[in-house]
């Protein structure tokens, strides 16, 4: 492999270049007017790559798909259409408009682009415009994508619990902002095991031992989605009062908060080293959990706690049962990788 210095040119009041090797250049056939590809990993690393030439549909091993956007006309579809695209292993996306694209059906597009890890708008027109997905699939590997997303509810989970503790407005702002990275991590998660599923060479890459593997791993996105979402939410819930000075209640809050963020970590470390005491536990500690809170909802809406008080109990309940299907599929992780924390064995029981 070889490794390349170049310098930074400024190009324009706002742009930096950098020119490309020869050798690299010549390699790929990359020439004026064609597309270059680039996406920035984990590590943040910026990874450059060839893109579908000028003189081309489509780059080798590209998925490409036109989407008729007047025949997509109902409220949101074509973001929900985009994102399908997305999660389906889509490289390529081009949505035209017959006669041309409205502004709303733009705005919409981008919108639903800027969501996605990877995608970016790179042709706009009054009649199409075309997103890129620039996501390597062997650069990902979804146990780091999945604990991306927990670290992240961990931390909206802590900033809802030091603003009911400290009274701190800033750590529910960006507790509530982790929602956004958290879907957008979702659908890249989504995205790479579906690619998985069509394309078994990628499964060691990606960090999957099996196709038995996908259907959990799946689960377990969707419940970690449903829990950082419900954690954003919470956090919003908790600005009027933390603004109007919280009191009992707030102390009260902050008992409940900090059971289901221990229940959370429990149930992602029975998940993320297969045990299955560990996650037997956060099992059964989901559903007491959940039981009181709905009790203090219950009670606290007869009071004069408040709407959000309540909502944000239910969020936590939220919270507490997410954490509870992922230890579910902890345990059922177990049974198909045969870990040593599970009792199931290979071979029948002897009868002497």
Not at 72 to 99: H, K, M, N, Q, W
Not at 165 to 179: E, F
Not at 196 to 215: C, D, K, T, V, Y
Not at 282 to 301: T, W
């Amino acid at each position: 492999m070889k490794n390349y210095v170049r310098r930074a040119q400024r190009m324009g009041r706002f742009t930096i270049s950098v020119t490309l090797p020869k050798e690299w250049i010549k390699s790929t056939g990359i020439g004026p007017g064609d597309l270059v590809s680039m996406y920035v990993r984990e590590d943040g690393l910026l990874v450059v790559g060839p893109g579908p030439t000028s003189g081309s549909s489509s780059g080798v091993g590209r998925m490409v798909k036109t989407v008729r956007a007047d025949m997509c006309s109902g409220p949101g579809l074509l973001g929900r259409v985009l994102v399908a695209l997305y999660i389906s292993g889509v490289d390529e996306i081009t949505f035209v408009g017959e006669p041309e694209l409205g502004d709303g059906q733009v705005r919409e597009i981008r919108r639903a682009a800027a969501a996605l890890n990877g995608a970016s708008v790179v042709e706009e027109s009054r009649k199409r415009v075309t997103v890129h997905v620039l996501v390597d699939p062997a650069s990902s590997q979804v146990s780091r994508i999945l604990g991306r997303m927990y670290e992240l509810t961990v931390e909206a989970l802590n900033g809802a619990l030091g603003a009911l503790r400290g009274g701190d407005v800033n750590q529910l702002r960006k507790a509530m902002d982790a929602g956004r990275e958290i879907d957008r991590n979702y659908w890249l998660a989504a995205r790479q095991l579906l690619l998985a599923a069509n394309r078994p060479e990628l499964m060691r890459s990606i960090g999957m031992e099996g196709m038995r593997q996908i259907p959990g791993f799946r689960t377990v996105a969707k419940a970690l989605d449903d829990a950082g979402v419900a954690a954003a939410a919470a956090a919003g819930d908790l600005l009027p009062m933390i603004d109007g000075g919280g009191g009992q209640v707030a102390a009260e809050l902050a008992t409940h908060t900090e059971a289901v963020l221990n229940l959370y970590r429990r149930s992602f470390e029975g998940w993320s080293t297969v045990n299955t005491a560990v996650a037997n536990r956060a099992v059964e500690e989901a559903a007491e959990v959940r039981q009181r809170l709905r009790g203090a909802a219950v009670a606290m809406a007869g009071g004069s706690a408040g709407a959000a008080v309540v909502s944000y109990l239910y969020d936590l309940a939220q919270v507490a049962a997410s954490s509870g299907t992922v230890a579910e599929m902890a345990i059922n992780r177990s049974v198909i990788e045969s870990s040593d924390s599970s009792c199931v064995r290979d071979g029948e029981h002897g009868h002497g």
